[in-house]
């Protein structure tokens, strides 16, 4: 009897041993088809002065864009999230120090990556939010590609972009938004110029860099941080709906909310956020509180 059990042990263990191999096959498989995947764009050019004021400009969207979170203060990049089975997230150095940008690094180079996400080879950039960047009008994309290149080099040479075992499996079912480049209308024409002003359209112009975290409705739900916190639903139907425009503003400068909670930055990155103008919020919140 003993022996019988022993036998038809070993055949179940066999058979879920060759179907998790299997199911991993296919998995490794389909990621594969995601990360090889080459893409034919054609970028458009844009005019990219380098005076003071475009520079400054460039560098009110980089604070407001939270760009350092990934890339650091310096822009000299850093590695940003390290985990055996997810994998590891690293910003670039987009500095021309060592390890950073090549020095036949081109602006076409610089807008195919942050309007379309593509790399020099073609292939998706990996986690690149480009999806944001590539609704940003001619004027805005020229300051912001004007300040990363006025930086001083740094000299940091990184490790690449790798994905583990479950970060692959989360990207096949549209878990993780590893390759940009699947997100993006790439045939979009973005305006030369979005004027500033307390405008719901300007305020929809700025929600794309909240669209990343609560969804393009804005209704929040799974963090796209695999074992994030949920997250909040920013329409009127969530709280922004029962705040002021002051007790939104607040919250977005101070983390503190009108129900008394202090939120985390690292799940809500109020420190980014109280870089925007009075204006920007403002606006911002006259979109949202539309929705």
């Not at 066999?14 to 088809?33: D, E, H, R």
């Not at 998706?124 to 004007?146: H, Q, T, V």
């Not at 112009?205 to 796209?224: A, E, I, K, M, W």
Request: charged letters at 20%; proline letters at 7%.
């Amino acid at each position: 009897m003993f022996p019988k059990v022993l036998k038809w042990t070993g055949i179940v263990l066999l058979g879920l041993a060759t179907l998790l191999l299997l199911v991993s096959g296919i998995f490794f498989y389909l990621y594969g088809t995601h990360a090889d995947k080459r893409y034919a764009v054609t970028v458009r050019p844009i005019d990219i002065p380098h005076d003071s004021a475009t520079i400054a400009a460039g560098a009110h969207l980089f604070a407001i864009k939270g760009c350092s979170d990934c890339h650091g203060a310096d822009l000299g990049g850093k590695v940003f999230f390290d985990d055996p089975a997810v994998g590891r997230l690293v910003g670039a150095n987009l500095t021309g120090g060592q390890g950073g940008r090549p020095a036949g690094y081109t602006d076409q180079d610089w807008l195919r990556a942050m309007r379309h996400g593509i790399g020099a080879d073609n292939k998706s950039l990996k986690l690149m939010p480009s999806y944001e960047y590539a609704k940003l009008s001619d004027k805005d994309m020229a300051a912001l590609i004007a300040f990363c290149k006025a930086q001083p080099p740094v000299n940091r040479s990184l490790p690449p972009t790798t994905t583990g075992p479950l970060g692959k499996v989360l990207t096949v079912l549209g878990k993780l938004p590893l390759f940009p480049a699947e997100k993006i209308d790439h045939a979009y024409q973005q305006p030369a110029t979005v004027a500033v002003s307390v405008t719901r359209a300007y305020g929809e112009y700025l929600s794309v860099s909240c669209s990343g975290c609560h969804n393009p409705r804005f209704t929040g739900g799974d963090s796209p941080v695999p074992g994030g916190k949920k997250v909040a639903d920013i329409t009127s139907k969530g709280n922004v709906g029962r705040w002021t425009a002051q007790e939104f503003i607040a919250t977005l400068r101070t983390g503190n909310t009108p129900e008394g909670l202090k939120l985390k930055n690292d799940e809500m990155p109020w420190s980014m956020t109280a870089q925007y103008s009075d204006e920007e919020l403002q606006a911002l919140f006259l979109y949202l509180k539309s929705l």
